[in-house]
């Protein structure tokens, strides 16, 4: 862009280049900041810092636009499958219908899973959180595969990503068995990857299993919708932990804990908490806006609010028209729906959240379709999980063929100054 920006700073001028990405945002190019001026900069949370340059997940928070290598969310939920937009979003392009098949069918050789990881599953107690469960099982993969991935072989780089996006449905559907007390289901190479990951999670041993596509269709659907969401808390974890050359199922357990969080991936259970909380308390929605508004309250509005939309979260839309279709599809009827569009409407006509430019995320209407497929509440953060693997994977591989440096902010100090032993009083 050949632009620059300037200031002083103890008498001297100093400079620093403009960077315009291809959409046209622009940042300063800071990476020799310190070395010219000793000064660092001060950003927590990172709200104004960028920390890579991707070239997998364009996001316009302000207008509401989300898209993966290009292609607009609402295009790719609509008319792909989940793996092929795995695919596109590790590998940069739509497959042709050879590479997806190998693809595939690559995936599905890798979906046997080390036995004994069902007694490591077994020894949790009944009650162990499966977002604990399956950051552990994650981890535990890595004794059953050892070394590390080589990165500079496409071959070995490609091996352990067909292994990992095919394990971790395996495990997913474990936790969820685990979850209910259910036997574990093995993994049925006949069926294409959610009709498999759906036979999986809800196949009964007394009974004849029956794919139901309205069930598939809105699986397929949610977990595209969850796919990437560029550097947001727990693919910052992935990419930060990948950088110190940690392997890829580690970087991937770190983010799994970084999902787990209530104001990151975890707000889907708590929406659903809260709307059920409202329920019991008569269904009064202005009584909990009122809390949320409160800063005297820890309380807020789960599902609402995000650090980069400040205008609709696309997938919310998506997302919201998907729970209406699947209610009715499946015949049932859920106060909580009701309870959660009358929140909804008031929250979008009320100055508070007018103002701050709160709008429902992603999490506010999934609960409502996990719940529609009788998936636990607890486990609904586990099925973000699921979904955000492939994203995880492209940051990961991107940051590392990148040769991107190892993460590592700075700080202002500001405890004691020097003091020894002897001055203590
Ligand atoms: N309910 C009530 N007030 C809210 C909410 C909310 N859900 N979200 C933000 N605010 C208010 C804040 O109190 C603050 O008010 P102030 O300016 O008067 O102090 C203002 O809006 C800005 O909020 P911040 O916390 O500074 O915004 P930030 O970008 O740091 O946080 C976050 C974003 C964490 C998502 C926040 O909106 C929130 O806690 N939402 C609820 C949890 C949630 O739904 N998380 C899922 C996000 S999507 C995802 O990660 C997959």
Redesign the pocket.
Known sequence: MGQKIKFNYKDKEYEFPLIQGTEGEVGIDIKTLRSETGLITLDP?Y?NTGSCISSITYLDGENGILRYRGYDIDDLANNSSFIEVSYLLIFGEMPSSNELNKFENDIRKECLVHEDITSILKSFPHGAHPMGVLASLTSALISFNPGSVDVNSEEKMYHAIVQLIAKFSVLTAWVHRKVRGLPLNYSDNSLPYVENLAQMMFKNPNEEYRSNPVITSALNKLLILHAD?EQ??STSTVRIVGSSEAGLFASISAGISALWG????G?NQ??IEMLEMIKRDGGDASKFMEK??D?NHSF????????VYKNF?PRAKIIKKTADGILKDLGIEDPILDIAKNLEQEALNDK??VD?K?YP????YSGIIYRALEIPTEMFTVM?ALGRLPGWIAQWREMRLNKEPIGRPRQIYNGSISRNTKSKG
Do not use: P
């Open positions: 949370g709200k969401h947001n808390c209530r104001l990151h991936g707000a708590a929406v949320a508004k800063k807020r509005l789960m599902g609402f609010g995000h650090r979260d508070y959240f701050r709160l995320n992603v999490d506010f973000f």
